[in-house]
C-alpha cells in the first residue's frame, strides 16, 4: 500500500524513510502523521545517526492536500504539519531530505526543517501559496531562519521555485549531485561523515547546533497558524483561490 516505507541500512546506522504516494507523492495528513510517528520513536535507537526522508519516483513532492487546507479542513491540517515540523526540527538524530524534481509548498516546509538537504540536479523548490491566494505559515517562520529575510520576502510572495544549485549557492542544499547519483552521493558523503561519528555525541553535538533554532519554534507556528485560520481564512480571496485549483480554473480575485 502507498504510504510510507521504511528501510535500515549502514549496519543500522542509516533509517531511511520513503514517502510512495503515487500520483506527485502528496503530504497528506496520514502521510505526515506517519512520518511524526517513526521519527520520535526513532530517537530511541541509540545506533541511528541519520535518518533520511526520499520519495519515490521522478519528483519528491507536489506539496501538501490542497482539498485539506479548505476552510472546513484547514484548521485541522495545520497542528499535523506542525507536528511533524517540530519532531525533525528537534530530533537529535539528524534528518537528511533528498530531494530530486518538484518539491513545493508543504513538502518544502518539511524540507526546511531538515539538518541536511541534498538535492538533484533537477530538483526545484519553493512555496507557490501565493498563487492561490493563500501563505506558507511554516515557511514564514522557518525561512528567516535558515536563509534570511531577504530570501524569506523573495520566495513567499513572489511563489518562485528556486534550483538546488541556487539554493546550494544560499547554503540551504548541502550537495547537488546528478539525479541518477543523489542516493549513492549521500550515502557516500554519510559514510566519510555521521556514519563514522559516535551517536551519542553526535546528538549532543546536534542538540547544541539546534539550539538558538528551537528557540521559540513552537509558539511561533502556532502563531502564523492561528494567522491562517482566523485572518487569511476569512478572506474571499483565500477562499476563491483554493476553490479555483481544485476545480482547475483561474483564480477571479476581488482584493477582499
Avoid at 545506533?47 to 487546507?69: C, D, M, N, P, Q
Avoid at 491562517?228 to 482547475?248: P, Q
Wanted: glycine share 10%.
Amino acid at each position: 500500500m502507498p504510504g510510507v516505507t521504511q528501510q535500515r541500512a549502514h549496519d543500522g546506522k542509516l533509517l531511511r524513510l520513503t514517502i510512495d504516494q503515487p500520483k506527485g507523492n502528496i503530504f497528506s495528513g496520514a502521510v505526515m502523521r506517519e512520518l511524526t510517528a517513526i521519527i520520535r520513536a526513532a530517537q530511541s535507537n541509540r545506533a541511528l545517526r541519520a535518518i533520511t526522508l526520499e520519495a519515490e519516483g521522478k519528483h519528491f513532492s507536489f506539496g501538501a492536500s490542497v482539498e485539506e487546507h479548505t476552510a472546513a479542513r484547514v484548521a485541522e491540517m495545520l497542528p499535523v504539519l506542525r507536528g511533524l515540523v517540530l519532531a525533525i526540527s528537534g530530533s537529535e538524530i539528524p534528518v537528511a531530505a533528498l530531494v530530486q524534481g518538484m518539491c513545493l509548498g508543504g513538502a518544502f516546509e518539511v524540507v526546511l526543517a531538515c539538518h541536511f538537504v541534498f538535492a538533484s540536479t533537477d530538483a526545484r523548490m519553493g512555496v507557490p501559496e501565493i498563487r492561490l491566494g493563500v501563505f506558507p505559515p511554516v515557511a514564514a517562520v522557518l525561512l528567516p531562519r535558515r536563509l534570511g529575510q531577504a530570501v524569506t520576502d523573495s520566495m513567499i510572495l513572489t511563489g518562485e521555485e528556486w534550483s538546488g544549485e541556487r539554493l546550494h549557492g544560499m547554503g540551504l542544499t548541502h550537495q547537488v549531485y546528478p539525479a541518477d547519483s543523489l542516493r549513492p552521493g549521500f550515502e557516500q558523503w554519510f559514510e566519510a561523515t555521521l556514519g563514522k561519528f559516535s551517536g551519542a555525541s553526535l546528538r549532543q553535538a546536534v542538540k547544541a547546533a539546534r539550539a538558538a533554532m528551537l528557540v521559540g519554534l513552537g509558539p511561533e507556528l502556532e502563531a502564523r497558524e492561528q494567522q491562517y485560520v482566523s485572518e487569511l481564512m476569512k478572506l474571499e480571496d483565500a477562499n476563491e483561490g483554493i476553490a479555483a485549483f481544485l476545480e482547475r480554473r483561474t483564480p477571479q480575485w476581488r482584493d477582499a
